[in-house]
DNA sequence: GCTTTTTGTGCAAACGTTTGTATTTTTGTG
DNA sequence: CACAAAAATACAAACGTTTGCACAAAAAGC
């Protein structure tokens, strides 16, 4: 059962293969009656084109790469979603590569999808990456790229990102107008924009408030589960214990449920607790998570969006801000 | 800044492309001596393989194929981690397609699969998926096919299958075990082999403890959390009501974990839930649920391995079932 | 009716590999 | 030292497209 090629075609309609070629495209330099005749027996005798051959002869595909830390977190599978949605009816093909956190496997993955003769490429970076001789060699080789969540402002590319530093600010602005006093901040990964604007986010709302800043009640890098609920433990030793936090991450946020739970401090009654991303396990838990929900099937679709317009040559560097929204829940009390 | 070709570094070292092609690939009929000089002089100059011109010329690719219902679903990310674990290092690209549960969307995903010549396919096959005329195309034209957990046994292809039936087995077991008197089951999409099996396992357990089958305390078709809700709501009304229930889904038990809440009936002194697929939040909500773990790694790393067999012609068809695991939470009677 | 323009097709090269076969070089043997 | 055998390399075709250019036929202009 041999593929049937455009030369099958050819030979079957009594044209060579560059009219067949140029039918199928569309091209209006053939007839509208050969256009119709070849369309007509490709459907005939089934056939479908060699993209790999096609890549070849044009030194370039309609596949695009996509790097993600990783594929099975909430966020970055919709964002997938996203891209997936705009991308697909566009007739491009999407490959999927995970960085793991890992700079070395990001390069590997960006190499991977070079040899691959990709057309573009959408990445969202690792932790660990500082340094970007990778993501240059991709724009210096012409290809185009865009960058969404986690990004570094100094590539000549595109960039989605998430509006961290409105979301910060309106949990902890929610989080003073419900009466609570001292609120405390478990920061993320500084190297990190995304959770630095978050900070921020957090700084401006006490700011505004006229709230004095205590570093003692600022932890960073607490990120996952068991960080956050060793981080609440040693807080609620200190002298000038927070009655609240705004958590830069929802695993974070969890860990400080775990550790109010132990100690039995009450939620919301006596403690306050926000968390960051609306991980789905956040309306499942006991209290439900007060948190900040980020549109990533919209940071999916706006990225694919600005992929096209860079593939058809359209490109004009481009930041967009996609809006995030406070979902308040159970865990902070309710009247502001 | 142009790419180095294979043509390249024959200029450079005074052999012609054929031999350079062959000492990349390490043919021993090139002689040691100019297999180390061309590999040294491709370093020099990075030289990286045009996988597109080499697909084209072999026929076929080192990209596999993968198609899911959806890749945010924690099981099927998770097999698709196990996947990459393989392949990645035996330097194999992957590519994902997500069917998103329609029957349409996974023909036209292997449609494309197929026109981007990928060198096999690993599937999970969607709900809706009745007809398989696209899986029979793509053995016929001699592509390797896997199918894992929800597969379809006609198909001449390896699969990768879950334990259901077992860990149903176990789980309904335990229920009886701790104590229940009266388990009912909501069972999932009858069209799919997998839920077949978990109600396998639930009657096997029954039989075997001598309990007499009651109809009227199984329920088909309960997927979803609000469908679960519904559902135990609806069991509880009934004259014999039932004082637990097997989940073929964790999504569903959760919903009966819900309407149960809403009813002030205790669990699990009152009333037993037990759930299957150790979703993240299983160990998240209040009471924490029993559940059945699957272990999607495993049938990821199994499922690249038989492609690998595939790819390298040593194809026998066969059939591996991984064994699942039932782990005991706070949503059933401990004391068995 | 002859040149010029337009329109539709064909020819052939190119994309960068791989691989069967032919050719040259080296090695080994009597 | 000749000659066969073995080893190393070169040649050339092929994979299925796309596309610049050439060419023929039809249409238009004078």
Redesign the pocket.
Known sequence: MK?V???DIARET??????V??A??GN????L??RELVAQKAKEMGYR??VI??S????KSDTIGMVVPRINRHFFSNVISGVEEILNPAGYTLVIAQSGESYLKEQKAIDMLMANHVGGIIISLSVQTNDYDHLNKVVSRGIPLVQFDRVNPNIQCSRVLNDNFNGAYLATKHLIKAGYKKIGHLAGATELEAYRERYQGYLKALDEEGIELDQEIIFKNVITREAGYHTILRALKKEERPDAVFCAGDYAALGVLDGLKELHVKVPEEFGVVGFANEPFSELIHPTLTTVEQNAFEIGTRAATAMIKSLEGKYTEEEEVIPTRLIVRDSSWKND
Do not use: E, F, W, Y
């Open positions: 593929r090629t455009i030369s009594g044209v060579t293969p560059s009219t070629s140029r199928l495209a209006t330099r053939v007839s009656k050969t084109q060699n051959a096609a070849l002869r044009k030194g």
